[in-house]
């Protein structure tokens, strides 16, 4: 075993020294990329500790935002998989500076992911203690608590409450309540890690996206049945774009 794979090793054990490392390299990142952004930058830090993802993922939510509002592409930001509203939060922060009255939504159950089903694979079983049977019950695991996300939002970001739209529950039963209101959509961004849950977002909303907004796929390089989900939606569409990929695991591609 090479030193590198030990270091790996006591890192994996170590889900603190992992936390730190992972925060370390977010900062690193960020120093590197946007120091000389100030805006961005400020935005960043505060986005941090309220987000999951890394800080490539979430430079590239941030560009493309800015991108819809230069554009004046019409739709909401619309997130499924929402956490601690990191990721949410900097869609809409692009959007109250831009003064464009873009409304935000975002989509959570805030108890977690619900059962992963066989399509997900066996990381999935493992993660959520062999509980596969698609269930919409949480397996309490990535839960991140309503508000947190509103603290970020409102508090922190300082987002007017009429930009911005929570709707708590499972996907399966919050989205035909409110399909209607949503409307167009600008950003689709999907981060609920699951096949279903992936699968069901994509065939209730596909069509709302506006053509030139983006869906953005944040698991499609990390699970199995995200990735599944979105390969088999686009053969039975028949679409051909480019999957463009953002850090190597999460991708996104543009509505012609
Ligand atoms: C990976 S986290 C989202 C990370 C977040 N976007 C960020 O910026 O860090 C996944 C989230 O999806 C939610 N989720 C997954 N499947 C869901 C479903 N079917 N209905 C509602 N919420 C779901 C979980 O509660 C969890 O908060």
Redesign the pocket.
């Known amino acids: 075993m090479g030193i590198l794979e030990l270091f790996k090793g006591v890192l994996r054990k170590n889900t603190k020294i992992l936390a730190l490392a992972r925060r370390g390299r977010w900062m690193v990142e960020l120093l590197a990329a946007d120091f000389v952004h100030p805006d961005k930058f400020a935005l960043f830090l505060k986005l941090r500790p309220?987000?999951?993802?890394g800080y490539k993922r979430l430079s590239s939510v941030y560009e493309l935002a800015r991108k819809i509002e230069c554009e004046k592409i019409p739709g909401a930001f619309a997130?499924?998989?929402?956490?601690?509203?990191?990721?949410?939060g900097c869609m809409a922060a692009v959007a109250h500076k831009a003064r464009s009255g873009r409304k935000v939504w975002l989509?959570?159950?805030?108890?977690?992911?619900?059962e992963p089903t066989e399509k997900d694979g066996e990381l999935a079983a493992d993660f959520s203690s062999q509980r596969t049977s698609g269930k919409?019950k949480t397996i309490e695991k990535?839960?991140?608590p309503r508000e947190d996300a509103e603290r970020l939002l409102f508090s922190i970001l300082r987002i007017p409450g009429e930009q911005v739209r929570i709707e708590e529950?499972?996907?399966?039963n919050t989205v035909p309540h409110v399909k209607k209101e949503l409307g167009r959509i600008a950003i689709l961004r999907l981060?609920?890690?699951?096949y279903?849950?992936t699968k069901y977002v994509l065939e209730e909303l596909y069509e709302q996206v506006a053509p030139g907004g983006y869906v953005i796929f944040?698991d499609y390089g990390d699970w199995e049945g995200c990735r599944k989900a979105v390969d088999e939606f686009f053969a039975e569409r028949g679409l051909r774009q480019r999957l463009i990929p953002i850090d190597g695991f999460a991708v996104y591609f543009q509505k012609l």
């Open positions: 309220y987000t999951m993802i997130e499924f998989g929402v956490w601690k509203g990191g990721a949410a989509f959570d159950s805030f108890e977690g992911l619900p919409l990535l839960v991140g529950g499972w996907f399966q981060d609920a890690d699951w279903e849950s944040d």
